[in-house]
């Protein structure tokens, strides 16, 4: 059975579509820090639906860390994120290799330092750089 020119058309046009959007959300959190997904919606007035499988590749990749969580105006407890950065000279501009499930070793493009982070046991757990 072959695939419809239209359907790999449209599935390209929402590939395309969707790393456009996950450059939105990472440069929304990387110019602010310690928000939630909620956040991020309103701040780009982009449906709640949309930013969340985006920021969940993003962390996902290593590309953002969790940094805690606040209460969301449903009052609800929600995570919070900040781009990944480097500890020692704190730039974002970070190749992040997978070491395993819980862990990452970065490298700065900025200053050459290379550091390994765990992102926790658990989803909402906070990242600790290991050094």
Known sequence: MTVAETSVQAYYGAERLSRQRCIQVR???EANPDVCNEDISRGLRMPIQTVTPRVK???ENGVVWV?????????????TYRVACCPKCLSARLEATRIDSQRFRYY???CGHTFIARL???SE???????
């Open 120 to 122: 926790g046991e658990r």
């Open 67 to 79: 940094t805690g969580r606040k209460k969301t105006s449903t009052g609800a407890g929600a995570k």
């Open 27 to 29: 440069e929304f959190i």
């Open 125 to 131: 757990d906070v990242v600790e750089v290991l050094a």
């Open 57 to 59: 590749e993003l962390k």
């Open 108 to 110: 700065c493009w900025s």
